[in-house]
């Protein structure tokens, strides 16, 4: 053999060692960037977890606390309730339609010092019903503390009608909505009555 030949050999067996080299080289690189990566992506998606656990921990805290405002009122609330329903439905009533007259309108009368029990009950229930259905409070938790005042309901509706039906003044446009978030949370409350081997929900039509 001829020494260039094996000169040439020599060359390109030192070249073909350091490609290989290389090669092993670029390769433990990848691995451990590969490694360093996944480690990372875990790190990453525990962080999220953990960030994910403290924010719902912090959304139910912060869902107690207003529950628990919402507990206190509702005691003075059913109190209200009793009373008006007992002590003072009976004779509005009857007189529903000269009383707004008197008043100048369904607003007058509902914001009058013989409507204050009522205003209080409704008001605290419309609030109620608007914060469950823009999801503010779970339902399910209102469900399992606060007992819907059904039998006032239904004793004060020609009442709340007569209210929002001449609202702007007898005869004038009625205001419509006026009780809507109670008739949602009361469809809830029903809804949930009736199908107690699930877990407490409004109706899918009531959303």
Known sequence: MRRDDTEDSISFRAG???????????????????????????SHLAALAEDSKRASTSNRLQALQQIQSILREDEEVRSNARHFMH?????????????????????????????????????????????????????????????????????????????ATHWRGVGQRPLLGFGSNIDFLQACFEYSRTHRDHAAECPAESM
């Open 16 to 42: 073909s060692a350091m490609v290989a080299y290389w090669q092993k080289v670029v390769g433990i690189a990848t691995g451990l960037s590969v490694i360093a990566g996944v480690a990372m992506s875990v």
């Open 87 to 163: 002590e003072s439905a009976a004779q509005i009533k009857p007189r529903m339609m000269d009383l707004i007259r008197d008043a100048g309108s369904g607003e007058d009368f509902y914001l009058s010092a013989a409507m204050k029990e009522y205003a209080t009950v409704h008001h605290h229930y419309e609030q109620l019903g608007a914060l469950v259905k823009l999801g503010y409070i779970d339902f399910p938790l209102v469900f399992e503390v606060i007992p819907f005042p059904d039998e006032y309901m239904k004793t004060v509706r020609p009442i709340r009608d007569a209210i």
